[in-house]
């Protein structure tokens, strides 16, 4: 499917606010069960995907990758950075922080280490983030999250220093076979 | 002595850098190789650098096994998508290329056709990640098996000056992580800056899983002193090189600049935990011999 490229988004949810969201729609039996029942119903899950579609893109800028990173990224979408960056900045960010595609932008994973590290969640941005899945562009990344199918999404290294190799393995296993939507 | 070897060593490793011809043929490869071949120990083969068409990187690799020097075959995300990576890493492998940095690649934008559809399938972390499964698991992305699996010795690159500067040296740990087992870095004119970033990586101890060689370049006249400022990307030139580089006549640049170099490789060097230096110096590789002379490095490619 056709997106919009991807062009940097200052978000327009204070990083507080937006931890506090993710405290209380985090997985949990009552949203397991609303998720199972909106997806049981294709023209329910329309509206809440295209719901998802005009919330996420007014705040974040989002462009429907449906593997959302956003909460391990203070907030700010990776998937704005004209690269697709999910593991960090490149090395072309400007002295000023600005991206180096659009230099009257700021970098978001500039954006994104200031927001985690202002609300004590820096830690987050060392998250080993695997490829995404490209067929699931344009699905709901709620029902997906709530769902537990984004738990793959990154790892954490191992290793005494953190820094010995993943944990885990580069390849992801989604429970469920993808295609279809 | 291979660059893995001379760095598995303790010794001082020297890398420099090849851009290859924008032209079907591997003349000018052949001609760069002699210049540099009693100076380093591998040669970066850069891939479409700056987003330019140029011979592809694991043909200019194995023209540089051919005339005698030993290749680091540069493999950029912008390009290809995960399909094309791992078979290119095969293909190399193959035929004997073992070195290999990851990096993510220059914008389109910023080459000679900007039209092009950036791919940026996997990025840095996830590349380094997937090869490193495919030499260690024998496995591709997609969970098939791979025999024989390739031997490669996997790099990365880092810029240890851009921002977020406090987040500069966890990226690497991040690289180390997913299987950077050696690092170059961005251009260093700051030595002192250097030495702090590297402070933070000895904190999170990446220096006793990888070898970090800083990148030092030459800078040759006025003209590519201001190109360097202002049109590449995450290089940054502190005001006293800027200044000292306009202090002397035009006619001079060059031979300060050599100088400026000399100076910062003997700086990096006393560092701990730098393992070498690699030499950004891409169409300048005749300044090479009378930097590493006046650095007083000397690499005896026969392994003294």
């Given at each position: 499917m056709?997106?919009r490229?991807?062009?940097p988004?200052?978000?327009?949810?204070?990083?507080?606010?937006?931890?506090?969201?993710?405290?209380?729609?985090?997985p949990?039996?009552?949203?397991?069960?609303?998720?199972a029942?909106?997806?049981?119903?294709?023209?329910?899950?329309?509206?809440?995907?295209?719901a998802?579609?005009?919330?996420?893109?007014?705040?974040?800028g989002?462009?429907?990758c449906?593997?959302?990173?956003?909460?391990v990224?203070?907030?700010?979408?990776?998937?704005?950075?004209p690269?697709e960056?999910?593991?960090g900045?490149?090395?072309?960010?400007?002295?000023?922080?600005?991206c180096?595609?659009?230099?009257e932008?700021?970098?978001?994973?500039?954006?994104?280490?200031?927001?985690?590290?202002?609300?004590?969640?820096?830690?987050d941005?060392?998250?080993?983030?695997?490829?995404?899945?490209?067929?699931?562009?344009?699905?709901?990344?709620w029902?997906?999250?709530?769902q537990?199918r984004d738990?793959?999404?990154?790892?954490?290294?191992?290793?005494?220093?953190?820094?010995?190799?993943?944990?885990?393995s580069?390849?992801?296993?989604?429970?469920?076979?993808?295609?279809g939507? | 002595?291979?660059?893995?070897?001379?760095?598995?060593?303790?010794?001082?490793?020297?890398?420099?850098?090849i851009?290859?011809?924008?032209?079907a043929?591997i003349?000018?490869?052949?001609?760069k190789?002699?210049?540099?071949?009693?100076?380093?120990?591998?040669?970066?083969?850069?891939?479409?650098?700056?987003?330019?068409?140029?011979?592809?990187?694991?043909a200019?690799?194995?023209?540089?096994?051919?005339?005698?020097?030993?290749?680091?075959?540069?493999?950029?995300?912008?390009d290809?998508?995960?399909?094309?990576?791992?078979?290119?890493?095969?293909?190399?492998?193959?035929?004997?290329i073992?070195?290999?940095?990851v990096?993510?690649g220059?914008?389109p934008?910023?080459?000679?056709?900007p039209?092009?559809?950036?791919?940026?399938?996997?990025?840095?972390v996830q590349?380094?990640?997937?090869?490193?499964?495919?030499?260690?698991?024998?496995?591709?992305l997609s969970?098939?098996?791979?025999?024989?699996?390739?031997?490669?010795?996997?790099g990365?690159?880092?810029n240890p000056?851009?921002?977020p500067?406090?987040?500069?040296?966890e990226?690497?740990?991040?690289?180390?992580?997913?299987?950077?087992?050696?690092?170059?870095t961005q251009?260093?004119?700051?030595?002192?800056?250097?030495?702090?970033?590297?402070?933070?990586?000895?904190d999170?101890?990446?220096h006793?899983?990888c070898?970090?060689l800083?990148g030092?370049?030459?800078?040759r006249?006025?003209?590519a002193l201001?190109f360097m400022?202002?049109?590449?990307?995450?290089?940054?030139?502190?005001?006293?090189?800027?200044?000292?580089?306009y202090?002397?006549?035009?006619?001079?640049?060059?031979?300060?600049?050599?100088?400026?170099?000399?100076?910062?490789?003997?700086?990096?060097a006393?560092?701990?935990?730098?393992?070498?230096?690699?030499?950004?110096?891409?169409?300048?590789?005749?300044?090479v011999?009378?930097?590493?002379?006046?650095?007083?490095?000397?690499v005896?490619r026969?392994?003294?």
């Amino acid at each position: 499917m056709t997106t919009r490229p991807p062009i940097p988004a200052h978000p327009r949810l204070g990083a507080r606010l937006a931890y506090r969201l993710q405290r209380a729609l985090r997985p949990r039996p009552g949203l397991r069960w609303l998720s199972a029942r909106i997806e049981a119903s294709g023209p329910t899950r329309a509206v809440f995907t295209g719901a998802e579609r005009q919330t996420k893109q007014d705040l974040f800028g989002c462009r429907m990758c449906g593997q959302c990173a956003l909460p391990v990224t203070g907030y700010v979408c990776p998937m704005g950075c004209p690269k697709e960056l999910r593991n960090g900045p490149c090395g072309g960010v400007g002295a000023d922080g600005s991206c180096e595609v659009y230099p009257e932008l700021p970098c978001v994973w500039v954006e994104a280490y200031q927001r985690a590290a202002s609300q004590g969640r820096g830690a987050d941005l060392r998250l080993l983030h695997r490829p995404i899945d490209h067929r699931r562009w344009g699905e709901s990344s709620w029902l997906n999250y709530w769902q537990g199918r984004d738990e793959g999404l990154w790892a954490v290294a191992a290793g005494d220093t953190g820094h010995e190799g993943p944990s885990t393995s580069i390849i992801n296993h989604p429970r469920r076979v993808l295609g279809g939507s | 002595m291979s660059l893995r070897e001379r760095l598995a060593s303790g010794g001082f490793a020297v890398t420099a850098e090849i851009s290859p011809p924008r032209g079907a043929g591997i003349g000018p490869i052949n001609q760069k190789a002699a210049l540099l071949r009693d100076w380093v120990d591998a040669v970066n083969i850069t891939d479409n650098q700056g987003s330019n068409v140029r011979l592809a990187s694991w043909a200019g690799s194995l023209a540089a096994m051919a005339a005698g020097l030993e290749p680091v075959m540069q493999m950029t995300c912008r390009d290809r998508n995960r399909i094309a990576l791992q078979s290119d890493l095969l293909g190399a492998s193959a035929l004997g290329i073992r070195n290999v940095l990851v990096m993510t690649g220059d914008h389109p934008k910023f080459g000679d056709h900007p039209a092009a559809k950036p791919v940026f399938d996997l990025d840095s972390v996830q590349l380094l990640w997937t090869l490193r499964a495919m030499r260690d698991d024998h496995v591709l992305l997609s969970g098939r098996t791979l025999d024989p699996a390739p031997d490669c010795f996997l790099g990365a690159v880092e810029n240890p000056f851009a921002p977020p500067a406090e987040f500069r040296a966890e990226r690497l740990g991040k690289k180390v992580a997913a299987g950077a087992q050696f690092v170059q870095t961005q251009f260093v004119f700051d030595a002192q800056a250097f030495g702090r970033w590297m402070a933070q990586v000895r904190d999170l101890g990446l220096h006793e899983h990888c070898y970090i060689l800083p990148g030092v370049g030459a800078v040759r006249s006025r003209r590519a002193l201001d190109f360097m400022r202002d049109k590449v990307p995450g290089v940054q030139v502190p005001d006293d090189v800027y200044r000292r580089l306009y202090g002397v006549p035009a006619d001079q640049t060059a031979a300060e600049g050599a100088r400026l170099a000399a100076e910062t490789i003997q700086q990096l060097a006393a560092i701990d935990g730098v393992a070498g230096v690699h030499l950004l110096v891409a169409g300048n590789e005749q300044a090479v011999p009378g930097i590493l002379d006046r650095a007083g490095v000397r690499v005896d490619r026969d392994g003294r």
